[in-house]
Every structure is written in C-alpha cells, then in structure tokens.
C-alpha cells in the first residue's frame, strides 16, 4: 500500500459529532497527523464561512472545500476557486424542490438566504455555521453567483424522490447530493467531494494513491472513489460503507480519531 500524505475529512457526521462538537480525541488526531508529516484537509456542505472555527483548533493550513467544491477558500476564508451554478438554473432547481414539497435555502458569496427563519433545521444550522440566515421571498429570482441551493426536508421520502426527478430532468446540468439526511445540495455539475480530491492534490502535489478521504454521507462517495485509501464511518449507511475500503467507529465514538491510528498512521 502507498504511503498516506494526504487525509481529506468530511466534516458533519465525520469530523464532529452528531452535536457538532470536535472532540479532544480529533483534535489530538490532527496533530499526530501533523507530526507524521500527512497534511489535513476538511470539505463539506457547509460554506466555507461555517467551517472558520475549526482553522485555529486543527491548525489548518491546506485549502477548505466549502459548498461540496462549489468554493474553495484558504483557511483566512480568501477565495480559490468558485464554482456558482450555471446561470439560469436555479429557478427550475428552487420549482422543482418546491414541487416536492421541500423548504428551500439559498447561498450566494457569505450569504444565506431563507424564506422563513422559524422553519425546521434554520435554528441548528445556524448554530453550527455561527451566522444566521437572511429571510427573503423570491428564492427563484436569485441567479446570478448562485453556490449551492439546498431542499431541507424531514420526510426522507420526498429528499429521494426530489433527487430522482433532480436526475431525470436536469440530468448533468448540476450536481445534486444528499449532504444530510435532511438536506439536499444542488451545486455546479463539476463541483462536488471528487473534484476537492482534483484540487487538493494538485494544489499540494499528491499523487491519487497517497490520499485518505473518510465520511458518512453519499456526498462523500465521489471522494472516495478518488483517492487510495477511502474510510466511511460507523454512523454511514450500508450502501456508503459498501463504497469504502475501511469502516471505522461512528462519529460519537471517536470513529475520526480511530480511523487515523488504525488506518492512516498505520499505512507503511
């Protein structure tokens, strides 16, 4: 097996647990990684914004993945790349959500757009990205620099079917995913975890085989498909455990932390 110099790390669901709490036990994981001499990179579904309080603790230095790809940003939140969605299509993605009976956010630059603040999720995101959403009523009528566009639902019923018609009717047009249970993601078509993985290694110079990715969700799934040695954690789903290579323990139980000492340290 090649070396590991690389370990990309999803965040929600993977890197903190299920209260969005980054545990003593990764923290310490990151700086053995650091020793080691293996870079650490984070990605998620959150803007890259909601991700600014793990810079100091985790000591980031590589590049962060926001919006699953859509922006990439240094860790003093400067823009890398941007991918907003292609002009255009975000009216039929906000139509379609809304046929589905599903609640719509919006996200623009540092913005955050919502309909209503009162509705379910809007209060816990917004504790867990540490900035609050601004309300506005015509979600369609945002198309220009459009990042990421999400359908925010309970019925896990109405995420899958919102994601089959997403497929059938706007096909490679965007890239859509679920990112939580709950959530929803329509991004770029070329902005998603496989493409964090493009860009890390180019931007750091490091080879496919030598790149670590872990995480839960079927976002994850495109990174895991590009990198050597791919890890879901204990709280993924089987068919998200059935695409990795290893399995660790669950994000409430330290599964990050034991995913590194078991298998990224351990790698020769």
Same mark, same amino acid.
């Given at each position: 097996?090649?070396?590991?110099?690389?370990?990309?790390?999803?965040?929600?669901?993977?890197?903190?647990?299920?209260?969005?709490?980054?545990?003593?036990?990764?923290?310490?994981?990151?700086?053995?990684?650091?020793? &080691?001499?293996?870079?650490?990179?984070?990605?998620?579904?959150? #803007?890259?914004?909601?991700?600014?309080?793990?810079?100091?603790?985790?000591?980031?230095?590589?590049?962060?993945?926001?919006?699953?790809?859509?922006?990439?940003?240094?860790?003093?939140?400067?823009?890398?790349? %941007? +991918? #907003?969605?292609?002009?255009?299509?975000?009216?039929?993605?906000?139509?379609?959500?809304?046929?589905?009976?599903?609640?719509?956010?919006?996200?623009?630059?540092?913005?955050?757009?919502?309909?209503?603040?009162?509705?379910?999720?809007?209060? +816990?995101?917004?504790?867990?990205?540490?900035?609050? #959403?601004?309300?506005?009523?015509?979600?369609?009528?945002?198309?220009?620099?459009?990042?990421?566009?999400?359908?925010?639902?309970?019925?896990?019923?109405?995420?899958?079917?919102?994601?089959?018609?997403?497929?059938?009717?706007?096909?490679?047009?965007?890239?859509?995913?679920?990112?939580?249970?709950?959530?929803?993601?329509?991004?770029? #078509? %070329?902005?998603?975890?496989?493409?964090?993985? &493009? /860009?890390?290694?180019?931007?750091?110079?490091?080879?496919?085989?030598?790149?670590?990715?872990?995480?839960?969700?079927?976002?994850?799934?495109?990174?895991?498909? +590009?990198?050597?040695?791919?890890?879901?954690?204990?709280?993924?789903? +089987?068919?998200?455990?059935?695409?990795?290579?290893?399995?660790?323990?669950?994000?409430?139980?330290?599964?990050?932390?034991?995913?590194?000492?078991? /298998?990224?340290?351990?790698?020769?």
């Amino acid at each position: 097996m090649t070396p590991i110099r690389l370990l990309i790390s999803d965040v929600d669901g993977t890197l903190v647990t299920m209260e969005k709490r980054l545990t003593e036990a990764s923290v310490a994981a990151v700086g053995r990684l650091r020793e &080691a001499g293996i870079a650490f990179a984070v990605t998620s579904g959150r #803007p890259p914004r909601g991700m600014a309080m793990l810079v100091d603790p985790l000591h980031l230095t590589t590049p962060i993945g926001g919006f699953n790809g859509g922006l990439m940003v240094d860790p003093t939140m400067a823009v890398l790349e %941007e +991918r #907003p969605l292609p002009g255009g299509i975000a009216p039929e993605v906000v139509a379609l959500l809304e046929r589905h009976g599903l609640d719509v956010w919006a996200y623009r630059g540092a913005e955050w757009f919502v309909r209503d603040k009162d509705r379910p999720h809007v209060d +816990r995101e917004a504790a867990t990205v540490e900035f609050a #959403p601004t309300v506005r009523d015509d979600l369609g009528g945002l198309t220009d620099r459009v990042v990421k566009l999400v359908g925010v639902s309970d019925d896990h019923g109405a995420i899958q079917a919102a994601t089959d018609a997403a497929r059938e009717e706007l096909g490679d047009r965007v890239s859509a995913s679920a990112s939580q249970p709950y959530y929803l993601d329509f991004t770029h #078509p %070329e902005a998603n975890k496989g493409t964090v993985v &493009a /860009f890390l290694a180019d931007h750091l110079g490091v080879e496919a085989p030598e790149i670590a990715t872990i995480g839960d969700m079927p976002n994850d799934v495109l990174m895991f498909a +590009r990198s050597g040695l791919s890890i879901a954690m204990g709280n993924a789903d +089987r068919e998200v455990q059935r695409c990795a290579r290893r399995v660790t323990a669950t994000n409430d139980d330290d599964g990050f932390a034991l995913a590194v000492e078991r /298998f990224v340290l351990a790698a020769p």
